[in-house]
């Protein structure tokens, strides 16, 4: 499966932005769907997950209440609806598929995005 990641731009602290991943190549609907983000000189870390029915989601403890993951299977996209944002969430945020959800909670899926970066000026 092929992601194409989009939304990132700059944005004030308490501001909001929504990030949209594209997937397309194979059935959308048969893979666990993520965000990560890599800030700079920092490892890459978990953000989200969201199950292939959409029903259970999980997130980062930095984000919960934040930040929405959501998908929408008609249009083959993942998004993550990210609102007050802080300077702290400045980072290059990647999208990644798996079937098997511990990867994508883990960050070894198969799949993976370009990257966007989201900037957070305080």
């Known amino acids: 499966v092929q992601l194409q990641a989009s939304g990132g731009g700059l944005v004030q602290a308490g501001g909001s932005l929504r990030l949209s991943c594209a997937a397309s190549?194979?059935?959308?609907?048969?893979?666990?769907m993520g965000w990560f983000r890599q800030a700079a000189g920092k490892e890459r870390e978990f953000v989200a997950a969201?199950?292939?029915?959409?029903?259970?989601?999980e997130y980062a403890d930095s984000v919960k209440g934040r930040f929405t993951i959501s998908r929408d299977s008609a249009k083959n996209t993942v998004y993550l609806q990210m609102n007050s944002l802080k300077p702290e969430d400045t980072a290059v945020y990647y999208c990644?598929?798996?079937?098997?959800?511990?990867?994508?909670?883990?960050?070894?899926?198969?799949?993976w995005g370009q990257g966007t970066l989201v900037t957070v000026s305080s």
């Open positions: 969201i199950a292939t029915t959409a029903w259970s989601t």
């Open positions: 990644a598929a798996d079937s098997v959800r511990s990867k994508v909670v883990l960050g070894t899926s198969d799949y």
């Open positions: 190549g194979r059935t959308f609907g048969n893979y666990v």
